[in-house]
């Protein structure tokens, strides 16, 4: 099924091209949810949303795995606005959903938790409430990844519980229940 979201690809924020071909595999059991921690720049654009997405890519591109080798792309799978645009963020990411599978990615530092879906949502949720239309279409693309992936929501966990990482921050983090709620109110019967 394609996604019902609209999701700005790889091609429409301009990404360059990615040190090798990311992998699709079987996806992992989950949704992984994350936070940039920094200070929004997005400006709540698309514009913005495309500047960003390059300005991470850069920086994952600089990144270094256990092995030490680079990131090949984009560490998470979308990127999640303040403005509420979703941005494609490793290469072939959309190809793979569409196919009921996931790419193998490098945005939850276990090899298992980067074979699931990971949300990166612009801001620093520590503290801070996210935007309503950010939470909204971060609602909307996880129906959308639980119909494609046929995962039920209560799936849905944050970075932290994989590694040592405060992200998604505090108050994203408490919110998770209220996410699966939410999510759980929208999916198709
Ligand atoms: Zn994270």
Not at 50 to 58: D, F, G, M, T, V
Not at 84 to 97: D, L, M, P, S
Not at 152 to 180: E, K, M
Request: net charge positive; glycine share 10%.
């Amino acid at each position: 099924m394609a996604l019902t979201v609209k999701v700005y690809t790889t091609a429409d924020w301009g990404a360059v091209a990615p040190r090798s071909t990311p992998k699709l595999s079987p996806h992992g059991s989950y949704i992984i949810i994350h936070h940039t921690a920094g200070t929004p720049s997005s400006g709540g654009s698309v514009a913005g949303g495309k500047n960003l997405a390059r300005a991470i890519q850069k920086d994952h591109m600089k990144r270094v795995t256990k092995n030490g080798t680079k990131w090949i792309d984009s560490g998470h799978n979308f990127l999640n606005t303040i403005g509420g645009h979703v941005f494609e963020g490793r290469h072939r990411t959309i190809e793979a959903i569409n196919q009921g599978k996931c790419v193998n990615s490098a945005h939850s530092d276990q090899a298992a938790a980067n074979k699931c879906p990971g949300i990166e949502n612009e801001g620093n949720y520590t503290t801070k409430v996210m935007p309503k239309v950010q939470w909204d279409s971060l609602v909307d693309l996880c129906v959308d990844l639980c119909v494609n992936l046929q995962l039920d929501p209560g799936v849905i966990r944050g970075h932290r519980d994989f590694a040592a990482t405060q992200c998604p921050g505090n108050w994203l983090y408490s919110q998770l229940p209220q996410l699966i709620t939410d999510v759980r109110s929208k999916m198709p019967t």
